[in-house]
């Protein structure tokens, strides 16, 4: 499958926006999704995760109550809600998926199997 990150851009402080993740190749729906952001000079790290049908989800504590992980299978495509944005949000911000079904999602990078190409949030204080 492959992964197309989009909607990153300028906001200031406060704001809000909507990242999609885009699949082609096969039905995104047999796939566990995650999102992860990597800051500059630091180490990558997930934010978000959902399983393949969507029931669940599971936020970083940086995140939790302002980000929000979504998927339409019909589309292909999840997304990640972004309000009540800080500056330490500031990253570039990657969707990776693993193909199948799983209990337990787990957050490290290495997991995953497929990665998009990332997309630039800048948060303006």
């Known amino acids: 499958v492959q992964l197309q990150a989009s909607g990153g851009g300028l906001v200031q402080a406060g704001g809000s926006l909507r990242l999609s993740c885009a699949a082609s190749?096969?039905?995104?729906?047999?796939?566990?999704t995650g999102w992860f952001r990597q800051a500059p000079g630091k180490e990558r790290e997930n934010v978000a995760r959902i399983s393949w049908s969507g029931d669940r989800t599971v936020y970083a504590d940086s995140v939790k109550g302002r980000f929000t992980t979504s998927r339409d299978n019909a589309k292909n495509t999840v997304y990640l809600q972004m309000n009540s944005l800080k500056p330490e949000d500031t990253a570039v911000y990657y969707c990776a998926a693993k193909r199948g079904a799983y209990t337990v999602i787990p957050s490290g990078a290495g997991w995953y199997d497929y990665w998009g190409q990332g997309t630039l949030v800048t948060v303006s204080s």
């Open positions: 190749g096969r039905t995104f729906s047999s796939y566990t």
